[in-house]
C-alpha cells in the first residue's frame, strides 16, 4: 500500500459546503462513528469554518486544493447556482479512484460528467429537510462508472442522515415532488389540524402536542408493523363512528387529488429547474 493509499484511508471524506445539508452530513457521520481526522470541510466563508472546526474538530479548507485528491470520497453539499465552479475547481485533482456523491438538487449525472470531464464515479442524491435530525427520505442514484462496492460506500454514507431508497435518475423530479417537497405538504396538514384542534376548543400548544404525536404515531404504525395504509384506516374508520365522518369531508373536499396534485406539480417544477440549471450552468 502506497502513502497515499494509506492516507486516503486516514481522512476518507471531503464535505464541499457548510451549508445545512453539509453541517447535517458532518453531524450524521460523526454519530455513527466516523473519526473527526477522517472528515475535511472545504467552506469559503471563514465564520461557517471556524465554527464547524471548533464544534467538530474536523480540518478545514477555504478552497479545493491538491490535498483533497487523498479523500476516498468527496461529497458536494453546494447550492445548485454554486456547482459549476466547484467541479471546475475539482476537475484537476479529483480522479476515477475517487467517488463524487452530490446533495446538489437539480444538477445531472451527464452535466456532473461534462464539467470533471473523465470517467469519476458519481451518486446523485436528494435528502430532505429531516436530515437535519438524522431522518431524511434519501434518493440515491449512481452514473455507470460507480461499482458496487462504491455504491455500498455511499448508501452507507448517506445513512448517516437517514433512510436511503435505490431510484434510476429518470425518477428524481418524481422524488424531488413527493419525499424533498413532501414535508411542506406534511407541516401545512399538522398545522391545519392544529388549527381545527383550536377550533373545537382546545388549547393552541395543547393541539399542536396532540397532532405532532399523532402523526407520529400513525407513521411509525405503518413502517413497524408493515401495515398498509388503507388498513390502518379500516383500524379507526368504526361503522357510523366520529372517523368515517370526517373521512367523508376530506373525500368531499378533494383532499387525495389536491395532494396528488401538490407533488405532481412540486415534480414538474423539479423538471424546469434542471433543464434551467443545466441551460445557465
Given at each position: 500500500?502506497?502513502?497515499?493509499?494509506?492516507?486516503?484511508?486516514?481522512?476518507?471524506?471531503?464535505?464541499?459546503?457548510?451549508?445545512?445539508?453539509?453541517?447535517?452530513?458532518?453531524?450524521?457521520?460523526?454519530?455513527?462513528?466516523?473519526?473527526?481526522?477522517?472528515?475535511?470541510?472545504?467552506?469559503?466563508?471563514?465564520?461557517?469554518?471556524?465554527?464547524?472546526?471548533?464544534?467538530?474538530?474536523?480540518?478545514?479548507?477555504?478552497?479545493?486544493?491538491?490535498?483533497?485528491?487523498?479523500?476516498?470520497?468527496?461529497?458536494?453539499?453546494?447550492?445548485?447556482?454554486?456547482?459549476?465552479?466547484?467541479?471546475?475547481?475539482?476537475?484537476?485533482?479529483?480522479?476515477?479512484?475517487?467517488?463524487?456523491?452530490?446533495?446538489?438538487?437539480?444538477?445531472?449525472?451527464?452535466?456532473?460528467?461534462?464539467?470533471?470531464?473523465?470517467?469519476?464515479?458519481?451518486?446523485?442524491?436528494?435528502?430532505?429537510?429531516?436530515?437535519?435530525?438524522?431522518?431524511?427520505?434519501?434518493?440515491?442514484?449512481?452514473?455507470?462508472?460507480?461499482?458496487?462496492?462504491?455504491?455500498?460506500?455511499?448508501?452507507?454514507?448517506?445513512?448517516?442522515?437517514?433512510?436511503?431508497?435505490?431510484?434510476?435518475?429518470?425518477?428524481?423530479?418524481?422524488?424531488?415532488?413527493?419525499?424533498?417537497?413532501?414535508?411542506?405538504?406534511?407541516?401545512?396538514?399538522?398545522?391545519?389540524?392544529?388549527?381545527?384542534?383550536?377550533?373545537?376548543?382546545?388549547?393552541?400548544?395543547?393541539?399542536?402536542?396532540?397532532?405532532?404525536?399523532?402523526?407520529?404515531?400513525?407513521?411509525?404504525?405503518l413502517k413497524e408493523c408493515n401495515i398498509p395504509p388503507e388498513v390502518a384506516?379500516?383500524?379507526?374508520?368504526?361503522?357510523?363512528?366520529?372517523?368515517?365522518?370526517?373521512?367523508?369531508?376530506?373525500?368531499?373536499?378533494?383532499?387525495?387529488?389536491?395532494?396528488?396534485?401538490?407533488?405532481?406539480?412540486?415534480?414538474?417544477?423539479?423538471?424546469?429547474?434542471?433543464?434551467?440549471?443545466?441551460?445557465?450552468?
Open positions: 500500500m502506497t502513502g497515499k493509499e494509506r492516507r486516503m484511508d486516514i481522512l476518507r471524506i471531503a464535505v464541499i459546503g457548510g451549508g445545512n445539508m453539509g453541517k447535517a452530513m458532518i453531524e450524521g457521520l460523526l454519530n455513527r462513528g466516523h473519526s473527526s481526522e477522517e472528515i475535511l470541510l472545504v467552506e469559503i466563508l471563514p465564520n461557517v469554518r471556524e465554527e464547524l472546526e471548533k464544534a467538530y474538530c474536523i480540518s478545514t479548507a477555504e478552497t479545493i486544493e491538491g490535498a483533497i485528491s487523498a479523500y476516498a470520497i468527496i461529497l458536494i453539499a453546494v447550492k445548485p447556482q454554486d456547482v459549476k465552479k466547484i467541479l471546475v475547481a475539482l476537475a484537476e485533482h479529483v480522479s476515477e479512484r475517487q467517488l463524487l456523491i452530490s446533495v446538489a438538487a437539480g444538477i445531472s449525472l451527464a452535466y456532473m460528467e461534462k464539467q470533471l470531464k473523465k470517467a469519476v464515479p458519481i451518486v446523485r442524491t436528494m435528502p430532505n429537510l429531516a436530515a437535519r435530525i438524522g431522518k431524511a427520505a434519501v434518493a440515491i442514484c449512481p452514473n455507470a462508472h460507480v461499482s458496487k462496492t462504491q455504491l455500498k460506500k455511499a448508501w452507507s454514507v448517506m445513512e448517516a442522515i437517514g433512510s436511503v431508497t435505490l431510484i434510476e435518475e429518470k425518477q428524481m423530479d418524481a422524488v424531488t415532488g413527493l419525499s424533498g417537497s413532501g414535508p411542506a405538504f406534511v407541516f401545512m396538514l399538522i398545522e391545519a389540524l392544529a388549527d381545527a384542534g383550536v377550533l373545537v376548543g382546545l388549547s393552541r400548544s395543547k393541539a399542536m402536542e396532540l397532532v405532532i404525536q399523532t402523526l407520529f404515531g400513525a407513521a411509525s404504525l384506516k379500516e383500524m379507526v374508520t368504526s361503522p357510523g363512528g366520529t372517523a368515517i365522518e370526517g373521512v367523508l369531508k376530506l373525500e368531499k373536499g378533494g383532499f387525495r387529488a389536491s395532494i396528488m396534485e401538490a407533488v405532481r406539480a412540486a415534480a414538474e417544477k423539479s423538471s424546469m429547474m434542471e433543464k434551467k440549471y443545466s441551460d445557465y450552468l
